[in-house]
């Protein structure tokens, strides 16, 4: 279905703004040149806000929002486990753990490892999350934005993609992270007003003349299995979300890897103007986390009710539950479905441009400076910087199709193959924040254990839930990583992480959110048991 003129020129309007806003931010003052603090952590002076905005925008990608609407649309409120339950882990990423990483004055996370455990073990991480964007990250938001963007502009899916990659490098390539985050403010308000509308109306086609409320009711009435956030053994995606184990298991390990230890996450906040702003931020990003599931499941489980009642093709749905979101697009009247396309395009371009800028400051600062060319001018780092993100573009417009394009649900897929190497980067964080003892023996070791691990469970027990593989392998790790440094040489002395001259100490209005967000959440959990 073709948009209408009102809703073309909302778009355009909203890409002027986009890109008006990310010159006017990259703007050096007279006489500054922009290095490589400014480029890639945004000078070390972002405010609480536009670190919590740009957190929630890099990360409500297409995958979110595509894979989790399609995961509403089969499962329901239980996939909302990987949103509600990143909120508590972020309060304790930002009183735990940002305070040992702003001490330690990093760029990316492979620098924190190289000043824990040696320039080998920064390398190895390095290479690896390098490839894990562009392979992985990077192509699925491609794939998924682009799978939107056809349902509803009738475009082929290469085009779309084409021109959200180019949309994402046009804006962000220039000014870095303090483009990124600054413009994140405008995509995070866009997305969620484009969400909300998403919400209203496909509760409204559920209720009818009653309205909105009265569609969510009925959803509740006539699908109440779609309301259960813990699902019982004998449903058919148990080994998706196995029951409490998505409470007690593995799908922790996995919100630490991504929130608290990922270059694409983490970023934002290294780049925080102090401590205490940045831990406002991860707070605000929390609050807000809040908010997704609503915005984004309950829709795809109102497309199921709209099947089910004939009014969308409930084959087509079935078949490619990652439509769901786009096919709900198509419901949107002329005018406010510019909006609502706006606020997609949104999640897709600013997530990518996030992608894009960690990609180039890990390669840039841990591979290019340290191992390629040593020694050059700040301006020649920036310059390597805009080339690296341009091309893991490219390759992850080359590899996206042929990735992702027979996958049933991306976004589950996506989670799985995540969680090979998910335990040991949490893993080797833990140990070498909080046991001294821990050395690079013991950090290889456990590192190499997750991957072995993990496809050694995944080939011998393939009926085994990926959640319980993940937790399970974690333990192991942990085992294995203590075991090996206590059977081989201490660290050196400036190795382990002083804790002593940390403060772990939050401001007082940081700890009622994080009282807040607790008790809402515990709420939710006892409401829909």
Known sequence: MALETIDLVIVGLYAVALFAIAILVSREPAGHKKD???YFLAGKALPWWAIGASLIAANISAEQIIGQSGQGFVVGLAIA?????????????????????????IFTMPQFLETRFGPEVKSIMAVFWIVLYTAVNLTSILWLGGLAISAVTGWSVMPAMIGLGSFAVLYSLYGGLKAVALTDIIQVVILIFGGFAILWISLGLVGGDAGPMAGLSTLMGEIPGHFNMILKPDHPNYGDLPGIWTLLGGLWVLHFSYWGFNQYIIQRALGAESLPEAQKGLAF???????????????????????????????????????????????????????????????????????????STIFTMDIYRDYIAKDKTEAHY?????????????????????????????????????GFIAPGVVAVFLLGFFWARTNTAGAF??????????????LMLPDLPFVLRIWIVFLVCLVVGVVVSLLTPKPKPEQPVDLGGIQFDTKVGFNIAAVLIVLILAAIYVAFW
């Open 36 to 38: 490589t603090e400014d």
């Open 81 to 105: 486990a990987y949103e509600w339950q990143a909120a508590i882990v972020l309060l304790i990423v930002a009183k735990f753990f940002l305070p040992i990483f702003l001490k330690r004055k």
């Open 285 to 359: 990003a929390a609050f807000l986390k809040l908010l997704i599931p609503v915005i984004v499941v309950i829709p795809g489980i109102a497309a199921l009710w709209l099947a089910q009642n004939g009014q969308l093709d409930m084959q087509a749905l079935s078949s490619t539950p990652d439509s769901t979101y786009g096919t709900l697009m198509t419901l949107v009247p002329g005018g406010l479905r510019g909006i609502v396309f706006a606020a997609l395009i949104a999640a897709i371009v600013s997530s990518l441009a996030s992608m894009m800028n960690s990609i």
């Open 382 to 418: 920036v310059m390597t910087g805009r080339i690296t993100a341009l091309v893991a573009m490219v390759i992850a417009l080359v590899l996206a199709q042929p990735f992702l394009g027979g996958m049933e649900s991306a976004f589950q897929t996506i989670q799985e193959y995540t």
């Open 445 to 458: 070791a456990l590192l190499i254990s997750s991957v072995v691990l993990s496809i050694a469970a995944k």
